[in-house]
C-alpha cells in the first residue's frame, strides 16, 4: 500500500470516528435526560418549588450548567452533577430541554 494511499486512509478514518462521536444518540440523551427528572420533572416540567427545564433557552441553561460545574454558581446538589458531565453533554442536554414544550 502506498504511504499517499494511507496516510487518505487514516484521514478518512479519523474524519468517520469525529463524526460519529459528534453525533449523540437520541436514546443516550434522553438517558442523560432522565437523571434530571427526580428534581426537575418528566420531560423538564418541574412540581411548584423547583425549576422546570422545558423550554428554557439552550444558551441560558448552558450557562447556568457550565456556571455550576465551575462553581461559578453555588449549590447544594448541581455543581456536584454538572461535573459528571462534559462541556459537549451540556450543550446536549441544554439544546434537548430547550426544544421541550413548557
Known sequence: MSTPFRLMAATTLLWVSQVAWAQVDALQLRSW?????NCHGTLGVAQPGMESLA?????????KLMD????????????????????EQIEQLAGY?????K
Open 68 to 87: 455550576f460545574k465551575t462553581g461559578r454558581k453555588p449549590a447544594t446538589l448541581m455543581h456536584q452533577i454538572s461535573k459528571g458531565y462534559t462541556d
Open 33 to 37: 435526560a432522565a437523571a434530571c427528572a
Open 55 to 63: 423550554g428554557v433557552p439552550k444558551d441560558d441553561l448552558q450557562k
Open 97 to 101: 430541554f430547550a426544544a421541550l414544550k
